[in-house]
Nanobody
Framework: QVQLQESGPGLVKPSQTLSLSCTVS?????????WSWIRQSPGKGLEWIGY???????SYSPSLKSRTSISRATSGNQCSLQLSSVTPEDTAVYYC??????????WGQGTQVTVSS
């Protein structure tokens, strides 16, 4: 059974960098899946942030691309998200998810991140 677990600080100050990790168990991050980060802000729908593919290639939402970096650590079977220069509008529940053939088949439980001074 594949499980994804997000972790990271729940509170980030404006202008700082948000850093989250997603630990994958029950499967390898180097197998042919796509590992995505998605968020949901209060009162809004799901917003795709970006993904890293099993071969290390990545793609980002155009609206967030300039501030986003997604990487992976094969030794720890993790993928990580960094979002720089955060503002209160980046307050959201952040999810990692595994995609296969364009559909998400496994999700983490999500982690709340609040941007506030």
């Amino acid at each position: 059974q594949v499980q994804l677990q997000e972790s990271g600080p729940g509170l980030v100050k404006p202008s700082q960098t948000l850093s989250l990790s997603c630990t994958v168990s029950g499967g390898s991050i180097t197998t042919n899946y796509c590992w995505s980060w998605i968020r949901q802000s209060p009162g809004k729908g799901l917003e795709w942030i970006g993904y890293i593919y099993y071969d290390g290639s990545s793609s980002y939402s155009p609206s967030l691309k300039s501030r986003t970096s997604i990487s992976r650590a094969t030794s720890g079977n993790q993928c990580s998200l960094q979002l720089s220069s955060v503002t209160p509008e980046d307050t959201a529940v952040y999810y990692c998810a595994r995609f296969h053939f364009g559909a998400a088949d496994y999700w983490g439980q999500g982690t709340q991140v609040t941007v506030s001074s």
